[in-house]
């Protein structure tokens, strides 16, 4: 429940929430004290996963049970004034006088027709904000759970005492992408057959790409004085960070949900390509910039831009897959999902996993591998293998983690990117050494380690 909190302050607070939800009171102001908002919302989803429970019926039942002590109540205080008040009005009610059973009797039926209706219009409330709620999780991904599954932050504008602004609230509603109550009806195989096909042409046009790309000469470059490496990942940055500053624009919120999110319920394969550079927290955004560029530009710089790209992609197609299945065959639709991380960890996986080639004494282009600043060396075979032990560890790792409560940190996506980094990874030695050996003349003796792509000053 974050730090600070002890363990029987944190008992305290679930017991107490879980009598309201046992007694049907949760729709009563939280009495929690020292306790925020986020801490009881934490409490609460951990009691709802541990421990489910009816609460609508819960509270229905209260109600009832409400109403039942209202109505003793009236009968008690009639047949109190029938004992103790003198009769009135003899000549008009007759010898008995006035009945005030029957007075009373009539202004209880009055007040339980006020009672039930007023039940009625707090139904129907409840009704109208459970939908909202429930259509708000499926479209503009604000109740979503998750990180890299990322809580949706659209920076709204208060006015006065915590109102929203209203042109910020017309454009919040303009961001719901429709006014489904519930996931659209469709099977697994509907929601993933079509996103798996799309993602298999993806893939293979990026191996196309990774293989057959020809870099440009000097003199059509823009930056020609820069490595081909830094250029690539300031374009890659400069994406980011442009996305990351249409998500604080009201008027595009729609346009970005529709296009920018990974929205569980309502897959669709154009955000395999755009979710990856779709940011809306800045901490989330430099946190995997700063990862890309700590490996990724000594794995560029040792594979080129084509195989770069192939490998940022193809990691971010399979981590962005392999959440989308998970959530989908567990029936968790209201999760949207974004970011780059599926790609950072397919690109560390790649890293990782190709030998570094030795490199050449006469080698004078100005700018030297980050591996040598973190304490990784040009490779040898033994020590290959201590690097993939390791990524592999870290992957055990993430699966570890798959059982905490860290729910805004997608593990299934991280440990999809990882596979598909190791997948190109593999698929460039591959290639490598067919070539090796289609070129190799018995003449020249065989490399130790074969090159896993042409050399970097053709690039």
Not at 169 to 186: A, H, N, Q, T
Not at 211 to 217: C, D, G, I, R, V
Not at 310 to 328: D, E, H, M, N, R
Request: hydrophobic share 40%; glycine share 6%.
């Amino acid at each position: 429940m974050g730090q600070g909190m002890t363990k029987k302050k944190g008992n305290e607070i679930i017991s107490r929430l879980q009598k309201r939800r046992i007694t049907g009171t949760l729709d009563y102001e939280a009495n929690t004290p020292s306790a925020d908002t986020t801490t009881v919302g934490e409490a609460l989803a951990w009691l709802r996963k541990t421990y489910p429970l009816d609460e609508d019926a819960a509270i229905m039942r209260r109600i009832e049970r409400e109403e039942g002590e209202t109505e003793k109540t009236f009968i008690q205080e009639a047949e109190r004034l029938k004992n103790w008040h003198p009769q009135q009005s003899a000549e008009k009610d007759g010898v008995y006088g006035k009945p005030m059973v029957d007075e009373f009797a009539k202004l209880w039926n009055e007040r339980r027709a006020a009672k039930i209706k007023e039940k009625e219009e707090w139904k129907k409330q409840y009704a109208e904000l459970k939908a909202q709620y429930q259509a708000k999780r499926l479209t503009d991904g604000s109740g979503s759970p998750a990180a890299s599954i990322a809580k949706a932050d659209t920076k709204a504008v208060y006015t006065g005492q915590g109102e929203t602004a209203e042109w910020i609230k017309r454009y919040k509603e303009k961001g719901r992408l429709s006014d489904m109550l519930e996931p659209p009806k469709m099977s697994k195989a509907r929601r993933l057959v079509p996103l798996y096909a799309f993602s298999a042409v993806l893939i293979a046009f990026c191996a196309f790409f990774a293989f057959n790309y020809k870099a440009p000469s000097a003199s059509a470059r823009i930056f020609p004085d820069l490595p081909v490496s830094v250029t690539t990942l300031q374009a890659i940055t400069a994406i980011n960070l442009g996305i990351y500053l249409l998500w604080l624009l009201p008027p595009m919120w729609r346009f970005m949900n529709k296009n920018f999110l990974h929205i569980i319920a309502l897959p669709a394969g154009r955000t395999l390509l755009t979710a990856p550079f779709s940011h809306q927290q800045l901490p989330h955004l430099l946190s995997n910039m700063f990862g890309l560029w700590l490996l990724g530009l000594p794995l560029h710089e040792e594979v080129g831009r084509g195989a770069f790209l192939a490998i940022f992609f193809v990691s971010s197609i399979t981590g962005g897959l392999t959440a989308i299945t998970k959530y989908v065959w567990t029936n968790q639709l209201e999760i949207t999902i974004l970011g780059a991380s599926g790609a950072v960890c397919g690109v560390w996986a790649a890293w990782a996993w190709l030998p570094t080639r030795k490199r050449d004494e006469n080698e004078t282009d100005g700018f030297k591998s980050l591996g040598s600043w973190i304490g990784r060396p040009d490779l040898d075979d033994h020590s290959t293998w201590l690097w993939r032990a390791l990524l592999l560890t870290i992957i055990s790792a993430e699966f570890s983690l798959l059982r905490t409560k860290l729910l805004s940190r997608d593990h299934w996506g991280h440990i999809g990117g990882y596979l598909g980094g190791i997948a190109c990874a593999e698929t460039l030695l591959w290639r490598a050494r067919r070539q090796q050996r289609e070129e190799q003349q018995p003449s020249k003796p065989k490399s130790q380690i074969p090159k896993s792509v042409k050399d970097r000053h053709q690039i």
